[in-house]
T-cell receptor, first 116, second 114 residues
Framework: DARVTQTPRHKVTEMGQEVTMRCQPILGHNTVFWYRQTMMQGLELLAYFRNRAPLDDSGMPKDRFSAEMPDATLATLKIQPSEPRDSAVYFC??????????????FGPGTRLTVL | GENVEQHPSTLSVQEGDSAVIKCTYSDSASNYFPWYKQELGKGPQLIIDIRSNVGEKKDQRIAVTLNKTAKHFSLHITETQPEDSAVYFCAASIRGRGANNLFFGTGTRLTVIP
């Protein structure tokens, strides 16, 4: 049963610290998305990649957030320095664009981040 | 860009009754409409989707209808069960623009009362 995996599942850190979240997309998927979910804002798209190339990161605060995809099996989202307002659940999703599965995204379990 | 509105924000129904969640979208070019179910502590899971070339799709107790003229689509759950309790999100997407990103509604918290 193929699924998106994310690590860590929970992260508590202090303000100013660097946070790195990792995502392993479903094998063979060519598109990876990063979302942030909060009670106030709901699901927000931060960035997404197609074939490992960043397509859109306009939803991401550029000064402290960065997203990369060093290889087809790993996507990372980094926050440096972290702030309390970054506390949220961060989801990774993957999909396969170019087939009948176009636009369908499969979500991982999320990383719950708490910045004190 | 696309704007998706979802109603109601909370919904309580008795077990066995039906539940209906409605969404509207703004961009007439949107042509893919998935619904996700999110249980506590988990990521959203795709439960059903519909493309703009059909008006209705059904999968056991869940069905989705689409009215392209009015730009709204709805999720129908029949014979609700306690395990249907979750937050449901609708979304819309525009194929062919190279983006394929989803625009999500704000979610509906469904509670099925045993």
């Amino acid at each position: 049963d193929a699924r998106v995996t994310q690590t860590p599942r929970h992260k508590v850190t202090e303000m100013g610290q660097e946070v790195t979240m990792r995502c392993q997309p479903i094998l063979g998927h060519n598109t990876v998305f990063w979302y942030r979910q909060t009670m106030m804002q709901g699901l927000e798209l931060l960035a997404y990649f197609r074939n490992r190339a960043p397509l859109d990161d306009s939803g991401m605060p550029k000064d402290r957030f960065s997203a990369e995809m060093p290889d087809a099996t790993l996507a990372t989202l980094k926050i440096q320095p972290s702030e309390p307002r970054d506390s949220a659940v961060y989801f990774c999703a993957s999909g396969l664009v170019g087939t009948s599965l176009l636009d369908t995204q499969y979500f991982g379990p999320g990383t719950r981040l708490t910045v004190l | 860009g696309e704007n998706v509105e979802q109603h109601p924000s909370t919904l309580s129904v008795q077990e066995g009754d039906s539940a209906v969640i409605k969404c509207t979208y703004s961009d007439s070019a949107s042509n893919y409409f998935p619904w996700y179910k999110q249980e506590l502590g988990k990521g959203p899971q795709l439960i059903i989707d519909i493309r703009s070339n059909v008006g209705e799709k059904k999968d056991q107790r869940i069905a989705v209808t689409l009215n392209k003229t009015a730009k709204h689509f709805s999720l129908h759950i029949t014979e609700t069960q306690p395990e249907d309790s979750a937050v449901y999100f609708c979304a819309a997407s525009i194929r062919g623009r190279g983006a394929n990103n989803l625009f999500f509604g704000t979610g509906t918290r469904l509670t099925v009362i045993p």
